[in-house]
Nanobody
């Protein structure tokens, strides 16, 4: 059974940092694209960043470039999202997901077929 378990969310002041973790199990970690999405209240879920566990190629949406860093630890089967210089507009539930479609770097939800339960990130002003 594929499982993705996120952790690391919380309440932080603007300008602060958080590191999210996504622990994967139930599938071969190598050879997939794992992404982070977020959904703010009243808004659609959007792709934030993704990484190929094969070659480390990454993608970031424009609004987080220079502030967020995605990485992975193959031995721990974990993908991290280091979030620095957080802004109130980063407030959302953050989800990790495993890409299953042909174009996961497009970061469309339909390109991802397994999802975690989400972790709340709240940035106060």
């Amino acid at each position: 059974e594929v499982q993705l378990v996120e952790s690391g969310g919380g309440l932080v002041q603007a300008g602060g940092s958080l590191r999210l973790s996504c622990v994967a199990s139930g599938f071969t970690f190598n050879g997939h694209v794992i992404g982070w999405f977020r959904q703010a209240p009243g808004k659609e879920r959007e792709g934030v960043s993704c990484i190929s566990t094969s070659d480390g190629i990454t993608y970031y949406t424009d609004s987080v470039k220079g502030r967020f860093t995605i990485s992975h630890d193959y031995a721990k089967k974990t993908v991290y999202l280091q979030m620095n210089s957080l802004k109130p507009e980063d407030t959302a539930v953050y989800y990790c997901a495993v890409g299953g479609g042909p174009n996961p770097f497009m970061m469309k939800q339909y390109e991802y077929n397994y999802w975690g339960q989400g972790t709340q990130v709240t940035v106060s002003s």
